[in-house]
């Protein structure tokens, strides 16, 4: 049986309804020295799931060009509005990722590269964290919110603008 401390917020399996395993003096670093090698990968079933479904969508795109007309959809919004959206160079820039050409990546989507790299990063924290024992937590406040969402409109403007032509995909 699994029990989580309220403050603590750790994992600890329990061998009868009294007693704990790992939660007795000096828990802490070895708190998880009484767990198996089943519960790490259990614990790392979710982030291997995610992993496998970017790595499969990396894959996908690497191998169909998206610089070849009719491959995928065209952005309603360019389409539509002949606007282009933050998204807009998305796929061209993941394709050139794949291809290992990260200055072609960052001209087609300087922020999508971005996330691709953020992703990267929050992904192997998870990782760290389930190996752990510890729960993953990204706790952004509005601040932080705002100010991605700031910081995506103004990359939308300007690619917009006649002067950000350089940030056209």
Known sequence: MRRVNAETQRVT???????????????GAGADAGLGA??????????????AAVVGAFAYVGAVDPNQPGHYPVCPLLRFTGVYCPGCGGLRGAYALVHGDFAAALTDNAVAVAGYLVFAVVWTVWVVRSVRGRPMRIDLGPVHLWSVGALVLVFTVVRNLPSGGWLHP
């Open 38 to 51: 089943g519960d790490v990968l259990r614990r790392l079933a979710v982030p291997g799931g995610i992993l």
């Open 13 to 27: 399996r329990a061998e009868s309804p009294g007693t704990t395993v790992g939660a007795g003096a000096g828990a």
